[in-house]
């Protein structure tokens, strides 16, 4: 039997992180997997990081494996903007982008620690390649979806809301990019936990899983898509989420937890509204956005 923890969405948050690899520390887990978005926005997202370096393995005691997001990325760009002025972009002129705020907290040794992790639609991610010494061959790993970092795999927004991706759109998403030797495909980026499984003819089944956000519990955007031009993305609780994936033997069911972990976000929120976020700090507090 093996057990793997999935953790992404973590945003800076390291009291929402430290709660849940406590949690993940009573679970039994052999392996934690961190899905990217670990620093994005205006929290501790340099002594998130330098907790994931020095301190992850031994709070867990487990190994830990990372992955970049789609903030991993735009906060290297920022970085690379900053160190050479002739580079721009209108975020930057933004004192509260989210990507900025991490971005001014980073030195060069977090800075050239991100840039090593590995992008996340990688093609040995998705093969189950990958580190199989720790997670198996049947394992694969994105941030968004096998074709994009930011684009969601599970959920499809609609209107101001998000709703289930539908079987006809998580066929167009998946497209062909996981081999029938995978049985478990791993994403974040919508920060809503969720997992499903999808039949394959002669093989054995296809489970998905999102084990939603560690350190952001909701967020609006508006990122146009096919039937929205805005969206929310509300779990409704402050509590930190996880998940746990569970395999009794190769080949076999996986067996998924998505668990919600309480922990005090008021310090976090007050910290968002002290950095001029107070979006966030409402957030954190109620796990939905405010309404104007």
């Known amino acids: 039997m093996r057990t793997i923890a ?11 992180l430290q709660a849940v690899a406590a949690d993940i520390a009573r679970q039994g887990a052999q392996v934690v997997v961190n899905l990217g978005d670990a620093f994005s926005g205006p929290l501790l997202a340099a002594e998130t990081a330098r907790w994931l370096i020095h301190d992850a393995q031994q709070a867990t005691a487990t190994p830990w494996l990372h992955i970049a997001g789609n903030h991993e990325r735009q906060l290297l760009a920022v970085a690379d ?6 580079l721009t972009d209108p975020a930057d002129s933004n004192p509260t982008d989210s990507d900025h705020l991490a971005a001014q907290q980073m030195d060069d040794a977090l800075l050239a620690w991100i840039r090593h992790l590995p992008a996340p639609t990688r093609p040995d991610l998705l093969t189950g390649s990958w580190r199989a010494d720790l997670l198996g061959p049947e394992v694969g790993l994105c941030h968004g979806s096998p074709r994009s970092d930011v684009e969601y795999l599970l959920d499809t927004p609609e209107g101001e809301l998000i709703r289930p991706a539908s079987v006809s759109e998580l066929d167009e998403r998946l497209a062909g990019r996981i081999p029938s030797s995978i049985t478990l495909l791993a994403c974040g980026h919508s920060h809503l936990p969720r997992s499903l499984t999808l039949p394959r ?3 054995t089944a296809l489970q998905l899983l999102n084990p939603g956000s560690v350190g952001l519990p909701a967020y609006d955007d508006d990122t146009p898509y096919p039937a929205s031009r805005y969206h929310r993305v ?8 996880y998940a746990l994936a569970t395999q009794a033997a190769p080949r076999q069911p996986w ?8 922990y005090d976000a008021e310090p976090m929120a007050r910290l968002a509204e002290q950095r001029g976020c107070p979006d966030w700090a409402h957030a954190l507090r109620t796990g939905r956005m405010p309404r104007p």
Do not use: K
Not at 6 to 16: R, Y
Not at 234 to 240: F, I, M
Not at 255 to 262: G, I, N
């Open 201 to 203: 003819a002669g093989a």
């Open 6 to 16: 999935f953790v992404s969405d973590i945003h800076g948050n390291l009291p929402a």
């Open 234 to 241: 509300e779990n409704g609780s402050p509590d930190a989420r």
């Open 81 to 86: 903007r900053r160190a050479s002025p002739a």
């Open 255 to 262: 067996t998924l937890a998505c668990r919600s972990v309480p």
